[in-house]
């Protein structure tokens, strides 16, 4: 019997620290990202189309932490009028610049050698995604912009701007956290 408990204190023991690293608290600047964790269904409208016509979209997003609790990794399966993209997304904060990052890679509806890359900014509950896009062959700039209304709401719009200051909205919709 004292060897099995002697055993047993062992494998606890052992056992603590994979335990309590993957369970550790995150930093204050990735407890900011955690809002997004969980299942999101996001439904909204393309304002500005070729043809003129807005169109509908849909994304289904599930986001967890990586098992170090460094990277928060979200795969999306957009339906954008009926062109489906699925694509994996990874937000963190790098520690060296002091900035939130924002990758994201195609499994379809986009090249798989042109992933998104975006410096992300976060203020109180607005989370800006800045990036670069063309328009009719014309370098834009991009970016999207989440305002948190709660844990379980969320607006989105993506805007656009030949200037860097002056904004369009081309996409708006709405994310809610399912249960």
């Not at 060897?3 to 606890?12: G, K």
Request: net charge neutral.
């Amino acid at each position: 019997m004292k060897r099995i408990l002697f055993l047993l204190f062992f494998v606890a023991v052992g056992s603590v620290p994979s335990f309590a690293a993957g369970n550790r608290p995150l930093s204050p600047e990735l407890q900011k990202l955690d809002i997004s964790v969980g299942r999101w269904v996001y439904h909204g409208k393309t304002l500005k189309t070729k043809s003129g016509k807005t169109a509908s979209w849909t994304w289904n997003e599930d986001c967890q932490w990586s098992p170090d609790h460094v990277f928060l990794e979200c795969t999306f399966t957009n339906d954008w009028a009926g062109k489906m993209v699925k694509s994996l997304v990874v937000d963190t904060y790098n520690t060296k610049d002091h900035t939130y990052w924002h990758y994201e890679l195609f499994a379809s509806g986009s090249a798989g050698d042109s992933p998104f890359v975006s410096r992300m900014t976060i203020k109180g509950n607005t989370w800006i995604e800045y990036g670069p896009d063309t328009d009719h062959g014309k370098k834009v700039h991009e970016r999207i912009v989440y305002r948190w209304e709660s844990p379980t709401r969320v607006n989105v719009a993506i805007e656009t701007s030949t200037d860097g200051a002056h904004w369009v909205t081309i996409d708006q919709g709405e994310g809610i956290k399912q249960p």
